[in-house]
């Protein structure tokens, strides 16, 4: 039974205080009339009431989160592949440079996609002008 705790710590302290705002909330507006919201609230403050008294969520289960550790800390794993050093944003930069860095021969200057070009004598590529 032990297994199935994933409720433990700050969680379910905060879902004590959220189960009882809620019912206090649904009974407030179940007397005045606002049914609907009422029903809703009561469901909530059940769902939280009986996360904090079993120390069980379905919720936490389905993420795979356990809260009762002693550290009270969500143990969520975050993707740590977003490398500064090595990041998408860096690859795709340095493959438009490539791109770009195809320059005539003859004047240096860059040949862009489009322009005329072609191999001279020495089998470099420059402009057609150039050549
Ligand atoms: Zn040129």
Not at 38 to 49: E, K, Q
Not at 101 to 111: E, S, V
Not at 114 to 124: C, L
């Amino acid at each position: 039974m032990d297994d199935t705790k994933n409720v433990g710590g700050r969680d379910r302290l905060v879902r004590f205080l959220l189960a009882a705002v809620l019912s206090i909330v649904s009974v407030r507006w179940l007397r005045s009339g606002k049914r609907v919201r009422g029903l809703l609230a009561g469901v909530g403050a059940l769902g939280f009431g009986y996360n904090a008294t079993t120390g069980y969520c379905g919720v936490n289960d389905a993420l795979d989160v356990d809260t009762t550790g002693e550290s009270e800390e969500v143990s969520i794993e975050f993707d740590e592949s977003d490398d500064p050093t090595s990041g998408p944003s860096d690859e795709a930069e340095g493959k438009k440079k490539q791109r770009n860095q195809l320059t005539c021969a003859a004047c240096g200057d860059p040949i862009v996609p489009g322009q005329s070009r072609g191999p001279n004598a020495d089998d470099d590529i420059v402009h057609d002008g150039c050549a």
